[in-house]
């Protein structure tokens, strides 16, 4: 069975710009989050998407925004980069049968690792 | 808000010894959860507990959650190279959401 997938798996931008990061999700799984890790501020959630809809948010500006299409596939997107976006960026797929779900666990892709310059 | 400690954040341990990283979290959470991460790497699941009193063991690691105490254990018993990584806890709020602890970097020395 195939692991998440996150593409690309690299990328270099300039301040300013935007860019937007792709995640396949394992399959089957309908709930995909995201993820910002950086040496400062640690790994810290950004949101989460299931069936197509956000359910939940981290304390991130609105220039993060994701979506989720029917096939479970997500993209995130940050505008007008900062510096300080500079990090991995990781996505992670469960199957989220319930809200509470038994034992549940998120399996993480490779990451994108983003450099803002 | 939900809060994720870990102690220690970097142990350098000799191999044969057995070392505990523990994680403390502030308030009330369904799951605990224990993930490694190589340098360059993404984060890989190592055990998620579920219950108070709950113990999983996987070859050198095994992991405990004391729900009452708010607190979970990750136990390396006579530690070997292959251990070297960091070890992240995580507590879960609300749907999916993670909550991190800092990460504790574990270096094992031959």
């Known amino acids: 069975k195939a692991g998440v997938t996150q593409t690309p798996r690299y990328l270099i931008k300039t301040r300013g710009q935007q860019v937007t990061l792709s995640c396949s999700p394992i399959?089957?799984?309908?709930?995909v989050s995201w993820y910002q890790q950086t040496p400062g501020q640690g790994l810290q959630f950004l949101f989460e998407y299931f069936s197509e809809t956000q359910r939940n948010k981290g304390n991130f500006p609105g220039r993060f925004s994701g979506r989720q299409f029917s096939n479970s596939r997500s993209e995130m997107n940050v505008s007008t980069l900062e510096l300080g976006d500079s990090a991995l960026y990781l996505c992670?797929?469960?199957?989220?049968?319930?809200?509470?779900?038994?034992?549940?666990?998120?399996?993480f892709g490779p990451g994108t690792r983003l450099t803002v310059l | 808000e939900l809060k994720v400690e870990q102690n220690p954040l970097f142990l350098s341990m000799q191999e044969g010894k057995n070392y505990t990283i523990y994680c403390n979290y502030s308030t009330t959470s369904d799951r605990l959860y224990w993930y490694r991460q190589d340098p360059g790497k993404s984060l890989e699941s190592l055990f998620v507990?579920?219950?108070?009193?709950a113990v999983k063991q996987e070859g050198r690691l095994m992991a405990s959650l004391d729900t009452k105490a708010r607190l979970s254990t990750l136990h390396i018993t006579a530690a070997v190279h292959d251990l070297s990584a960091t070890y992240f806890c995580a507590a879960i709020q609300g749907a999916q959401k993670l909550v991190f602890g800092q990460g504790t970097r574990l270096t094992i020395n031959p």
């Open positions: 507990l579920l219950s108070n009193g």
């Open positions: 399959s089957g799984h309908r709930s």
């Open positions: 992670a797929s469960s199957l989220a049968v319930s809200s509470l779900g038994s034992g549940d666990t998120q399996y």
